[in-house]
């Protein structure tokens, strides 16, 4: 079967997708992945990003393009606002993991997604960030996630459907529960 009459759902091949499943299920060092990038400050608040490659069982692998994410802050916070912001960046990938879950889970279910948006926001006191307040924490006190989906299924399989992206994705799962970050410091 050629790529171009793979069955796709959502978008997704579904063949190749049970055959991860399946490969996962069978040798379990197949799941794993460490993936990163490297990050450069060019001044005040603006830095860059760069992805180059990740690793999967092991093995350096390339990305066929090298993705470039730029951050910056507004005005107001003493930036160019040139990019959006870390936080903004935050809520994209919890926006767009959690999106992703959904729609893969949906297709290996068989379920037929139409539609899908996402509407996010972060409170952040910057009385926290700026260490006025030692009761105030730095990072965000909520995060507020509207999704709004259009599938043309029942109210079971909906209520199904709603819940696949919390439960199966890996950013949403790493802000929900929280994730031990090792911090080492070099002179350079």
Known sequence: MTVETRKRTN???????????????????????????ANQWLDGARNRSQVT???????????????????DEPDILL????????????????????????VYHAAARGIPVERVESALE??????????????VRTGCQQIR?????????DEE???ELSNLGPTFSSVFDSLRNGVPIAVDVERI
């Open 145 to 153: 996630l509207k999704l709004r989906i259009k599938a043309n299924v």
């Open 157 to 159: 399989q909906f209520q």
């Open 11 to 37: 978008g997704v091949e579904v063949e190749r997708l049970h055959e991860t499943v399946s490969a996962v299920k069978e040798k379990s060092d197949v799941g794993f992945f460490t993936f990163g990038l």
């Open 79 to 102: 930036g160019n606002d040139s990019a959006a912001n870390p936080v903004e960046h935050l809520l994209h990938a919890l926006a767009s993991c959690l999106t992703t879950s959904m």
């Open 122 to 135: 972060a409170d952040l006191d910057l009385r926290g960030f700026l260490g006025l307040d030692p009761t």
């Open 53 to 71: 490659s990740f690793e999967h069982a092991s093995q350096a692998v390339q990305h066929e393009n090298k993705f470039e994410l730029a951050a």
